[in-house]
C-alpha cells in the first residue's frame, strides 16, 4: 500500500495523487480560442486613418489636463469617433499621444463597455435590462428587437449589428445596465439619448424610422446624432455653430415623473432636516 500522505490536519481525507501528478502539461496556447500571434500587441498598425485633424483634435484634448494620461477616456471617444469602435490601430494611436504603453490603454478599453472593439453601426440601440426596466418589459423589448433586426431566422445578439457596420440605416444592439432612469422605465437609448416609456411596439417603431434614415426625437435632451458624430461630441468637440446647438442641448432634460417627488414636497411644505455638521477630525501632517 503506497503512502499517501496526510492533508487537512492530519486527516488522509483528499490525500493521494494531485490533479497534477495525474496529467501531463497542457499546452495553453493550443486550446485557446484565440490565435497566438493575436496576443502580441507590438505589432506596428496602420495609423493613417488618424489623419491631421485626428492629431489636432487629440493634442487640444491632452491640452486640457495637467498630466496628459488624463485624457484617455475622451481620447478613446475620439478614436471611436473616427473608426466607429477602438482597434488596435485606435490603442497605439492613444498610446503614442499619451505617452503610455498599448498595454496601458488596452486595459481601460477593455474595461469600460462604452469602447466598442467591433464596428458599430449607424445608430447604438442600448435597451436597459436591469431589474426595474427588466420587470416593466425591458426583456421583452430586447427579445423583440433581437428578433425584429435579425435575418433568416437568427436574432441579433448582443453588440451585434443589422446591416453593414457603420453604414447609413445600420443598428448595433447592446442591453445595457441600469441607464439611470427608472422612474421612466423601460427606457432605451439611441447613442445615448433617452427613448423613455418604451413598450415593444414602439421599440420597433423607433429601430425602423433609424433604419430608413430618420432621426426620431429623443424623449428629452439633445437632438439625436449619429454614433459616430455622438463620439466627437463625447471627446469634446461641438458643431461649428455652436450658440444653435447648444440651444438645443441645454432644452429641458428632467420628466415630469423625475420632479414628482420635489414637487409634492413644494406643494406640502415639507422640508428635510438640516444636515449636522461636526467639526472635521485634524489631519496629521505629513
Do not use: F, M, W
Given at each position: 500500500m503506497s503512502s499517501t500522505g496526510s492533508t487537512y490536519g492530519g486527516s488522509s481525507v483528499g490525500a493521494g495523487r494531485t490533479h497534477q501528478a495525474s496529467v501531463g502539461d497542457t499546452d495553453v496556447l493550443a486550446v485557446s480560442p484565440v490565435e497566438a500571434e493575436h496576443l502580441v500587441t507590438d505589432t506596428a498598425e496602420d495609423l493613417s486613418v488618424f489623419d491631421g485633424l485626428t492629431v489636432e483634435r487629440a493634442q487640444a484634448i491632452i491640452a486640457r489636463y495637467p498630466q496628459a494620461r488624463s485624457a484617455l477616456l475622451p481620447m478613446l471617444h475620439l478614436v471611436q469617433s473616427v473608426e466607429g469602435r477602438v482597434s488596435q490601430a485606435g490603442i497605439q494611436f492613444c498610446a503614442l499621444q499619451l505617452n503610455l504603453s498599448a498595454a496601458e490603454v488596452s486595459a481601460v478599453a477593455t474595461f469600460y463597455t462604452m469602447y466598442?472593439?467591433?464596428?458599430?453601426?449607424?445608430?447604438?440601440?442600448?435597451?436597459?435590462?436591469?431589474?426595474?426596466?427588466?420587470?416593466?418589459?425591458?426583456?421583452?423589448?430586447?427579445?423583440?428587437?433581437?428578433?425584429?433586426?435579425?435575418?433568416?431566422?437568427?436574432?441579433?445578439?448582443?453588440?451585434?449589428?443589422?446591416?453593414?457596420?457603420?453604414?447609413?440605416?445600420?443598428?448595433?444592439l447592446e442591453h445595457a445596465e441600469c441607464l439611470a432612469a427608472c422612474d421612466l422605465g423601460p427606457v432605451i437609448q439611441v447613442n445615448y439619448e433617452f427613448y423613455d416609456n418604451q413598450t415593444p411596439e414602439k421599440a420597433v417603431e423607433l429601430v425602423d424610422a433609424l433604419r430608413r434614415g430618420e432621426k426620431p426625437a429623443p424623449t428629452r435632451g439633445a437632438p439625436l446624432r449619429d454614433f459616430r458624430t455622438a463620439e466627437l461630441e463625447l471627446a469634446g468637440f461641438w458643431p461649428e455653430d455652436e450658440p444653435g446647438y447648444r440651444a438645443t442641448v441645454d432644452g429641458p432634460s428632467a420628466a415630469v415623473e423625475t420632479l414628482r417627488g420635489a414637487k409634492l414636497a413644494e406643494d406640502r411644505g415639507w422640508t428635510a432636516p438640516a444636515m449636522p455638521n461636526p467639526p472635521l477630525p485634524e489631519v496629521e501632517k505629513k
Open positions: 466598442k472593439r467591433k464596428t458599430c453601426g449607424e445608430h447604438l440601440v442600448s435597451v436597459c435590462t436591469n431589474t426595474l426596466c427588466a420587470v416593466l418589459g425591458g426583456d421583452e423589448i430586447y427579445k423583440k428587437l433581437g428578433e425584429h433586426l435579425g435575418a433568416g431566422g437568427k436574432r441579433v445578439g448582443h453588440n451585434e449589428t443589422a446591416g453593414e457596420p457603420g453604414a447609413p440605416g445600420s443598428i448595433t
